[in-house]
């Protein structure tokens, strides 16, 4: 029992050590680092003996027994500790695959553990001990997976939990477990570091944010699992746990507490900014972010943006608002997915319920974000009326594109026949298929691929129709600033034309105007076809000659040319917009 007692002396060395990282380095260095090679078999003895599911003893020798608590310290203190205060510590959580296996162990089986089972026998009722060893597994979880060019491959850390999806999903269980910990913990009387309960919280909502801090590096490494943690819940996760704790995380002590570094507001907001950081990552990254910002506004993100927004009194920390908080970031790139109709199906119920919540008064607090949602707010409502409108429908989704018949069926209908060209139009028949063809879909099939971004994008076929309200929408609102920028336009020849690009990619909306020579040079590798283009004639009084909208989904930027032209040409469709405005009077007949 001589090792129990040494090692728990070590151990208490480290826990007493504090925050004085020039004391605390030398300290471990002499107690843990310079003696690693002696106590590292010790911890895994430990681990292996006396962790569940292991078939430890019922008792060692002389009638001394250990806790599960005590074995999960001695396993896991000891490297904690080496990891906080020296880069030695650090780089071997990093590259060393032995205690990497050692530590994902340890962090598999603290998953798998109740209250009770982490109970202390010398404190005895203290019902944050499991919450706060969590905690700190989810720090240590986060130097594991720095990036750096010793680091080791994802695939030997997720073999230690059984593969990619058991450790996936344990991943968002810790995030779960770390939110229902924080809001199971009692209202501290006193928001103070002297304060037990206050400094548990803190300490546990940094883990919190350590957990989603380790979600994103695992999906971001190589050979990760980032598409995998979306479809498992990553975004409904995350935007549950700020829902839960927001209130909580930012209620001012309104005293000198409200400053300090590790337990201030700034460091409570930290946590909702790395859950922001996380979707803003997600819808950045994702290979299909229309669905992931469709999810994250089912599940409460336009909420939770307009309730963590906090007024100048509660920012007794003094810190000021940054355009590049991730709140705000995750705000001001939202719009650029209101052009997709998955995004505005699901947008029009939010903008309701947040009618019937009525934040505006919370929101309103503070400056930048109640400017920035002004913004938003208006640009939303306008483009969901757009898909609401005739004209927004996908009609050739769901209906025979044949002059010749009228066939409808299901959008879904996996009978149809589509033309492989422009990806398209759709067919009940391969006779309607033939007669589309020879009665002129043959010299429209490259405009509409062309209108498509040469590109077959699920998500930009279904949303054309909306993309090209919106441009034709632009071009006639904003006329007087295209003429400006048709002025400057610099053409190599006098059969150079120009062309005005409307950019969906940001928000607002801007408008560049090229030359066709030099818009091909910059417009990057999906785009359409200049013949296509230099196909198309403008009458005289035009401000323009042609138009390119170019829009963004994850990673990748689209060249489309201008969907409301290939639309019109190939199907007669008018976006039912004159001076700026919807001048139509029919309502929309439902999708199928």
Same mark, same amino acid.
């Given at each position: 029992?001589?090792?129990?007692w040494s090692?728990?002396? @070590?151990v208490?060395i480290?826990?007493?050590?504090g925050?004085?990282?020039?004391?605390?380095?030398?300290i471990?260095?002499?107690a843990?680092a310079?003696k690693w090679?002696?106590?590292?078999?010790?911890?895994? $003895?430990?681990?292996?003996n006396?962790l569940?599911?292991s078939?430890?003893?019922?008792?060692?020798p002389h009638?001394?027994s250990?806790? %599960?608590y005590?074995?999960l310290? @001695?396993?896991?203190?000891? *490297?904690?500790?080496?990891?906080? $205060? %020296?880069?030695?510590?650090?780089?071997l959580?990093?590259?060393?695959?032995?205690?990497?296996?050692?530590?994902?162990?340890?962090w598999v089986i603290?998953d798998?553990?109740k209250?009770?089972? +982490?109970?202390d026998p010398?404190r005895?009722?203290?019902?944050?001990?499991s919450?706060?060893?969590r905690a700190?597994m989810?720090?240590?979880s986060?130097?594991?997976?720095?990036?750096?060019p010793a680091?080791?491959p994802?695939s030997?850390?997720s073999? +230690?939990a059984?593969?990619?999806l058991?450790?996936?999903s344990l991943?968002?269980?810790?995030i779960? =477990?770390?939110?229902k910990?924080?809001?199971?913990m009692?209202?501290?009387?006193?928001r103070?570091r002297?304060?037990?309960?206050?400094?548990?919280? %803190? +300490?546990?909502?940094?883990?919190l944010?350590?957990?989603?801090?380790?979600m994103?590096s695992?999906?971001?490494?190589?050979g990760?699992c980032?598409?995998?943690?979306l479809?498992i819940?990553s975004i409904?996760?995350?935007l549950s746990?700020?829902?839960?704790?927001?209130?909580?995380l930012?209620?001012?002590?309104w005293?000198s507490?409200?400053n300090?570094p590790?337990?201030?507001?700034?460091?409570?907001r930290r946590?909702?900014?790395i859950a922001?950081r996380?979707?803003?990552?997600?819808?950045n990254c994702?290979n299909d972010?229309?669905?992931?910002?469709?999810?994250a506004?089912?599940h409460?993100?336009?909420e939770?943006l *307009?309730?963590?927004?906090?007024?100048?009194?509660?920012?007794?920390?003094?810190t000021? =608002?940054?355009?590049d908080d991730?709140?705000?970031?995750?705000l001001?790139?939202?719009?650029?997915?209101?052009?997709?109709?998955?995004?505005?199906?699901?947008?029009q119920p939010a903008l309701q319920r947040?009618?019937?919540?009525?934040?505006e008064e919370?929101?309103?607090q503070?400056?930048?974000l109640?400017?920035?949602w002004q913004a938003?707010?208006?640009?939303?409502?306008?483009?969901?009326n757009?898909h609401?409108?005739?004209?927004?429908a996908p009609f050739y989704?769901?209906?025979?594109?044949?002059?010749?018949c009228?066939?409808? $069926?299901?959008?879904?209908?996996?009978?149809?026949?589509?033309?492989?060209?422009?990806?398209?139009?759709?067919?009940c028949s391969?006779?309607?298929?033939?007669?589309a063809?020879?009665s002129?879909?043959?010299?429209?099939?490259?405009?509409l691929?062309s209108g498509?971004g040469n590109?077959?994008v699920?998500?930009?076929?279904k949303?054309?129709?909306v993309?090209?309200?919106?441009?034709s929408?632009i071009c006639?609102? =904003?006329?007087?600033?295209?003429r400006a920028?048709?002025?400057?336009v +610099?053409k190599?020849?006098e059969?150079?034309r120009?062309?005005?690009?409307?950019?969906l990619?940001?928000?607002p909306i801007?408008?560049?105007m090229?030359?066709?020579r030099d818009?091909?040079?910059v417009?990057?590798?999906?785009?359409f076809? =200049?013949e296509v283009a230099?196909s198309i004639?403008?009458?005289?009084d035009?401000?323009?000659?042609?138009?390119?909208?170019?829009?963004r *989904?994850g990673?990748?930027y689209?060249?489309? $040319?201008s969907?409301a032209t290939?639309l019109?040409v190939?199907?007669?469709?008018?976006?039912?917009?004159?001076?700026?405005?919807?001048?139509?009077e029919?309502p929309r007949?439902?999708d199928p």
């Amino acid at each position: 029992m001589l090792a129990k007692w040494s090692m728990g002396g @070590i151990v208490q060395i480290c826990h007493n050590l504090g925050s004085n990282i020039s004391i605390g380095e030398r300290i471990v260095h002499d107690a843990v680092a310079s003696k690693w090679e002696m106590l590292f078999p010790w911890m895994q $003895f430990f681990s292996n003996n006396f962790l569940p599911p292991s078939q430890r003893p019922a008792a060692l020798p002389h009638g001394l027994s250990v806790s %599960t608590y005590e074995a999960l310290r @001695i396993t896991i203190h000891p *490297l904690s500790t080496l990891c906080q $205060f %020296t880069t030695i510590g650090r780089q071997l959580m990093r590259t060393n695959p032995t205690v990497q296996a050692f530590f994902f162990r340890a962090w598999v089986i603290v998953d798998g553990l109740k209250s009770d089972d +982490v109970a202390d026998p010398l404190r005895e009722g203290d019902k944050n001990l499991s919450a706060l060893i969590r905690a700190n597994m989810c720090s240590l979880s986060v130097i594991c997976m720095e990036d750096t060019p010793a680091s080791l491959p994802v695939s030997i850390i997720s073999s +230690v939990a059984g593969g990619t999806l058991p450790m996936a999903s344990l991943a968002l269980r810790y995030i779960r =477990r770390m939110t229902k910990e924080v809001s199971n913990m009692p209202e501290p009387r006193l928001r103070a570091r002297e304060n037990v309960d206050f400094s548990s919280m %803190t +300490v546990c909502a940094t883990g919190l944010a350590q957990a989603i801090l380790f979600m994103q590096s695992l999906g971001d490494r190589e050979g990760g699992c980032h598409e995998l943690l979306l479809q498992i819940g990553s975004i409904r996760t995350v935007l549950s746990a700020i829902r839960t704790l927001w209130e909580r995380l930012l209620t001012p002590a309104w005293n000198s507490s409200d400053n300090e570094p590790d337990i201030g507001l700034a460091a409570r907001r930290r946590v909702l900014y790395i859950a922001y950081r996380y979707i803003g990552y997600s819808m950045n990254c994702a290979n299909d972010s229309a669905l992931v910002i469709s999810q994250a506004i089912q599940h409460g993100l336009l909420e939770c943006l *307009l309730r963590t927004g906090s007024s100048r009194a509660e920012r007794v920390d003094n810190t000021k =608002r940054f355009e590049d908080d991730h709140d705000i970031q995750l705000l001001k790139e939202l719009p650029r997915f209101f052009v997709f109709s998955k995004v505005l199906r699901v947008l029009q119920p939010a903008l309701q319920r947040l009618d019937r919540l009525g934040l505006e008064e919370r929101a309103s607090q503070d400056p930048v974000l109640w400017e920035l949602w002004q913004a938003v707010d208006s640009a939303a409502r306008t483009f969901t009326n757009f898909h609401e409108l005739p004209e927004g429908a996908p009609f050739y989704r769901y209906q025979c594109c044949s002059p010749k018949c009228s066939l409808n $069926f299901s959008e879904d209908d996996v009978t149809a026949y589509r033309c492989s060209g422009c990806m398209l139009t759709r067919y009940c028949s391969k006779y309607c298929q033939k007669e589309a063809w020879e009665s002129g879909h043959r010299v429209h099939c490259r405009m509409l691929r062309s209108g498509l971004g040469n590109q077959d994008v699920r998500e930009i076929r279904k949303s054309l129709p909306v993309i090209a309200m919106i441009e034709s929408w632009i071009c006639e609102e =904003r006329v007087n600033e295209i003429r400006a920028l048709d002025k400057d336009v +610099v053409k190599t020849s006098e059969n150079d034309r120009s062309i005005v690009e409307v950019d969906l990619t940001v928000y607002p909306i801007e408008l560049n105007m090229y030359s066709l020579r030099d818009y091909f040079l910059v417009s990057g590798s999906h785009t359409f076809e =200049r013949e296509v283009a230099e196909s198309i004639t403008t009458s005289e009084d035009s401000p323009y000659d042609l138009v390119a909208v170019k829009v963004r *989904l994850g990673r990748e930027y689209y060249s489309l $040319f201008s969907p409301a032209t290939a639309l019109g040409v190939a199907f007669g469709w008018t976006s039912g917009i004159q001076g700026g405005r919807y001048i139509h009077e029919h309502p929309r007949t439902p999708d199928p």
